[in-house]
């Protein structure tokens, strides 16, 4: 990959059609940013708002009550596309009770013609074998170099590594991201994406500098015009900085990066008072409530909020087309002074 070269004078310079990496060529999109899967937040709307913009998203397998709601919701997401594709998010918990559904609805999503996945949780051996057999490209989510080479072995077109920093569920891995990534590029060749903590376009030119492929990106978006969620938590959103997260559970083996909010303080104090199972916690860390409560009627202060510090970076309530036309700008104007310095060495 070659940066801009910085145009003469002070104006900035020029933003690209397309910055090739091996994700993008993987993918068959435009820019090397990916919006992670979101539980409850990435829907049809969202997804096609990012594919539109040039990057990748993927709709939450999880999210969707029914089977019948989740096929209607890759439909839509195809017609708002035009035919563009898009990915699907594949989660596969540790309570295995609930991984049999995600079988159906891999099952529904290939019938429908998707043909990227994002994996994440356990590793994808279950559902490795159906995405194989259709051709189809699975990007597998993980938050140790271990586990990341463990999934290169098994098979999968790339991986997604993530730090400590990451909202929502960064593993028992206490590395940072841009750390955890430079030990990874020493052990795999399958194309990576760095996640945790990215909300900034000098983040994404520092994170291709490194030797990655793409970023994964999630909280910087949460505020989106088009994200599901009420106006009242997207306000809460962009008034937090960069130190308004917390993580809780890390003692149950399940650490969760959350918002800062009343609710997450609530857990806190549980947990510092001795309570080691999820039946403990109660209704706190229920998603029920967290997308009732919180996402639907904009009771910020309640819920398990997944979100990272890089929320810092939310600007406003804004389309996501905006959004990464400020990250692409800034990445540019970052990789040009790279590479004016190169030029004066």
């Not at 004078?9 to 910055?19: I, K, L, M, S």
């Not at 594949?90 to 529904?108: C, F, V």
């Not at 189809?136 to 920093?165: F, N, P, S, W, Y």
Request: glycine content about 10%.
């Amino acid at each position: 990959m070659t940066a801009p070269l910085a145009p003469a004078g002070n104006a900035p310079p020029a933003v690209p059609e397309r910055w090739p990496t091996r994700i993008t060529e993987l993918l068959g999109i435009r820019w090397p940013l990916l919006l992670g899967g979101m539980m409850w937040l990435s829907d049809a709307r969202l997804v096609a708002a990012m594919v539109r913009a040039g990057g990748m998203g993927f709709i939450t397998a999880r999210s969707s009550s029914t089977d019948d709601n989740f096929r209607l919701a890759l439909r839509e997401c195809r017609e708002l596309t035009g035919g563009q594709p898009f990915g699907v998010n594949l989660t596969l918990s540790r309570r295995a009770a609930g991984n049999d559904a995600m079988q159906t609805r891999l099952r529904i999503a290939l019938e429908e013609g998707v043909r990227i996945f994002e994996t994440a949780g356990l590793p994808p051996t279950a559902l490795l074998p159906a995405i194989r057999d259709a051709g189809a490209i699975v990007i597998h989510k993980c938050a140790h170099v271990r586990h990341a080479v463990a999934a290169q072995t098994m098979g999968v077109d790339a991986v997604t590594l993530v730090g400590m920093e990451e909202g929502g569920h960064p593993g028992s891995n206490p590395l940072p991201t841009f750390l955890n990534g430079a030990y990874a590029l020493e052990h795999l060749h399958v194309p990576l994406v760095l996640g945790g903590g990215i909300g900034h376009g000098r983040q994404i030119a520092a994170a291709l500098a490194l030797g990655a492929d793409a970023v994964v990106m999630g909280s910087v978006f949460t505020p989106a015009l088009e994200t599901p969620a009420h106006a009242a938590y997207k306000r809460r959103v962009v008034a937090t900085d960069a130190h308004g997260t917390r993580a809780v559970l890390g003692s149950l083996g399940d650490t969760w990066r959350i918002l800062d909010n009343e609710n997450a303080r609530k857990v806190a104090a549980l947990e510092l008072a001795g309570a080691r199972s999820y039946a403990e916690f109660g209704d706190l860390i229920s998603g029920e409530r967290t997308r009732s409560l919180a996402y639907q009627a904009g009771q910020h202060e309640e819920g398990m909020l997944s979100m990272g510090p890089a929320v810092g970076f939310a600007r406003a309530v804004e389309p996501v087309a905006s959004i990464v036309r400020r990250l692409q700008e800034e990445c540019v104007q970052a990789s040009a002074r790279f590479q004016r310095m190169l030029t004066l060495a």
